[in-house]
């Protein structure tokens, strides 16, 4: 069983059903549920798509894969596995500094990945109580409002949730979340294809099909490739360091290129089938499929409220176990970047940043326009940026004998340094200082 995160341990997985649960875990959450389809939604869905999926091949998994072997290399949380690797290597300890941008855009992302959360959890009672009953678009449009309006509400959700963040991550991510997640995580995948059935059973199919599947080319440009980027980073969590912790504790029996494919595949895949539960019933019940952020609370409500409450209530439940999951693992990189630099221990750590975040969050309740500029800063510029230069890193700092130490010599690892060298580094600047001149021009 994984026992508490701390530098430099012995640790590792219990078993590799458990190490995939975990990963999957800390990638699939409120990324595939909630940010892929409303980001879809406003690009234009297909085109985007496609898009997506090319990053994920292309940028995401080499990057997934060079995170995974330089913690297990280092054997360390990520900044303490850089500095290892730098000191070692005699490379510039100014490398360390990426491990500092991952531990800063992994706290801008849980800033407001908590308030998001406490939308779920808000949601839960309602749907056990039956209060989606009978709900069309406007009335759920309404709901969605009004649960967002209601600040003390979601103050006291977020406040809930974060404190279970503090208290799993002051612990150290122990064998609990990796028990709770080998169950948990399956029966979300059972009520989200049961989801997906009802969409298209009673949504409209055709439609939905012809928006995410019939590529529009001419809807297409480098804002589009930006958000691409952004998304399928934020939805396998890489580029911010993370899961150098996570490889941290594999065993050196994981083959970590077909590890790293079968998170990719999961996480791509929920984020699949979240679309097919959402759109259908965005089209069958005339909904904006760029309405924004509140685009998964607007359209499950409406489904939930043609079934027995309790059906929404596991849903919303599993919804939330699964974006707990991903939210220790960004609490974690901040607490392990403090106990590394400043030998602050992790309850101090966890309880200091906790109360941080509880004032960034209180600030996205009162003003939640800034959930999207957050989102935009943290997810589609900072880890895009950290997988730049995790890339440079891995593929051009770091010696060629350690990768192939953790991936394995043969063609893979050539094709895995090639995109690290110099697909992701290159692509990634192109499209993200194009993007950036395309947003703001
Ligand atoms: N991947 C998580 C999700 O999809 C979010 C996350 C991003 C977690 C980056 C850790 C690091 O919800």
């Not at 430099?8 to 999957?24: P, T």
């Not at 909630?34 to 496609?50: D, K, N, Q, T, V």
């Not at 009004?146 to 977020?158: H, P, Q, R, S, V």
């Not at 012809?210 to 297409?220: A, G, H, N, Q, Y």
Request: aromatic share 14%; with cysteine; proline share 4%.
């Amino acid at each position: 069983m994984a026992g508490p995160v701390v530098a430099g341990k012995s640790d590792h997985w219990g078993s590799r059903f458990g190490f995939i649960m975990a990963a999957v875990g800390s990638s699939v959450g409120l990324g595939n549920m909630w940010r892929f389809p409303y980001i879809a939604g406003e690009m234009g869905g297909s085109a985007f798509i496609l898009v997506y999926l090319g990053c994920i091949l292309l940028f995401g998994l080499p990057v997934l894969m060079a995170e995974y072997a330089l913690g297990r290399y280092g054997q360390r949380s990520s900044i303490a596995s850089i500095r290892k690797i730098v000191t070692e290597e005699k490379k510039p300890i100014a490398w360390v500094g990426m491990g500092w941008l991952g531990a800063i855009a992994s706290l801008l992302l849980f800033s407001f990945y908590i308030v998001i959360s406490a939308w779920v959890f808000d949601f839960i009672p309602q749907a056990f109580m039956g209060d989606f009953s009978g709900f069309d678009a406007a009335a759920s449009g309404a709901n969605f409002d009004d649960t967002t309006g209601n600040k003390l509400e979601i103050f006291a959700y977020m406040a809930g949730f974060l404190a279970l963040n503090v208290i799993i991550v002051a612990r150290g991510v122990h064998g609990g979340i990796e028990k709770a997640a080998e169950i948990l995580m399956p029966a979300f995948f059972i009520m989200l294809l049961g989801m997906v059935a009802f969409a298209v059973f009673t949504g409209d199919a055709a439609a939905t099909v012809e928006f995410l599947l019939t590529p529009d080319f001419s809807k297409m440009g480098f804002e589009t490739f930006m958000a691409a980027v952004g998304q399928a980073f934020f939805s396998l969590s890489v580029g911010s360091c993370v899961m150098f912790t996570y490889g941290a504790y594999l065993t050196r029996d994981t083959n970590i290129p077909k590890n790293a494919g079968l998170v990719a595949s999961a996480d791509t895949f929920v984020a699949l089938i979240a679309g097919f539960a959402i759109f259908p019933i965005v089209f069958a019940f005339g909904l904006n499929p760029a309405e924004g952020p509140g685009l998964f609370f607007v359209t499950m409500p409406v489904a939930f409220g043609q079934l027995p409450g309790i059906v929404g209530g596991v849903f919303f439940t599993l919804a939330l176990f699964a974006a707990f999951t991903s939210s220790i693992s960004l609490l974690e990189t901040g607490v392990s970047w403090l106990e590394d630099q400043k030998s602050i221990g992790r309850l101090k750590g966890a309880l200091g940043l906790g109360v941080i975040m509880l004032c960034m969050g209180a600030g996205y309740i009162w003003a939640p326009e800034f959930i999207d500029h957050a989102s935009f800063l943290s997810g589609d510029v900072m880890l895009p940026l950290g997988g730049v230069l995790i890339g440079i890193f891995a593929g051009w700092v770091v010696p060629k004998r350690i990768l192939a130490s953790e991936l394995g010599e043969g063609m893979h690892l050539e094709i895995v340094l090639v995109l690290l060298r110099f697909v992701v580094p290159v692509a990634i600047s192109i499209i993200l200082v194009m993007g950036m001149i395309n947003k703001f021009s």
